[in-house]
């Protein structure tokens, strides 16, 4: 049997353990799994790309599955992309109803661009559905508590990006 390669994309700026759990549970679906970092030059992050890479490899392996998992980062089409990996599935993880339009509409126009590769959608855990990144950085630059959304990596590495600039 063919292998199954399934690609989940996304900024991971940075990683959270909504993310984590999303990964840890899309390998029942697929065998193998790239995360794929996407890179947009137009956006500026709270990490590089090169670091987000570094924290989500130290992330994975952490957790015992870097024997099935890639990480890479990646510029351009995202369905350009999981063509030349051969990627069949593309993961993605669904929060809240508000998640749901913008996913709706890039499904859409993915699957207008590469018929044959299908997203799969997995929902968040109940404990871990409203984490985003977008509020870890914030809650992280008004000095709050962001231990519960993040690993002790990701903490580490934000605490330490904060006091080198
Ligand atoms: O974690 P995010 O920021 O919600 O991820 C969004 C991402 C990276 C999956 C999306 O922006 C993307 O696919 N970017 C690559 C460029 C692309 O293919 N754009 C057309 C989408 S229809």
Redesign the pocket.
């Known amino acids: 049997m063919t292998e199954r390669i399934g690609l989940y ?4 700026d940075p990683i959270t353990n909504g993310h984590t759990d999303i990964i840890r549970r899309s390998l029942k679906v697929v065998d193998k799994l790239i995360v794929g970092i ?1 890179v ?1 030059m137009n956006k500026s992050g709270f990490f590089n790309p090169e670091e987000r890479l570094q924290i989500v490899e130290e992330d994975i392996k952490s957790i015992g599955l870097a024997d099935k998992i890639e990480v890479h980062s990646f510029e ?4 350009h992309y999981a063509t030349n990996v051969g990627a069949s599935i593309i993961i ?1 993880g669904l929060r809240a109803v508000s998640d749901f339009e ?1 996913e709706f ?2 499904t859409g ?2 699957a207008r ?1 590469k018929p044959d590769i299908e997203t799969v959608f997995l929902m968040s855990s109940e404990n871990q559905h409203f984490i985003s ?1 977008q509020l870890v950085k914030e809650i992280f630059k008004f000095k709050g508590d962001i231990s519960s959304f993040v690993s002790a990596n990701v903490l580490k590495n934000m605490k330490k990006k904060l006091s080198d600039n």
Do not use: I, K, V
């Open positions: 994309p996304g900024s991971f996407a947009n351009g089409l995202l369905m993605r913008y509409q890039m126009m993915n661009l990144s």
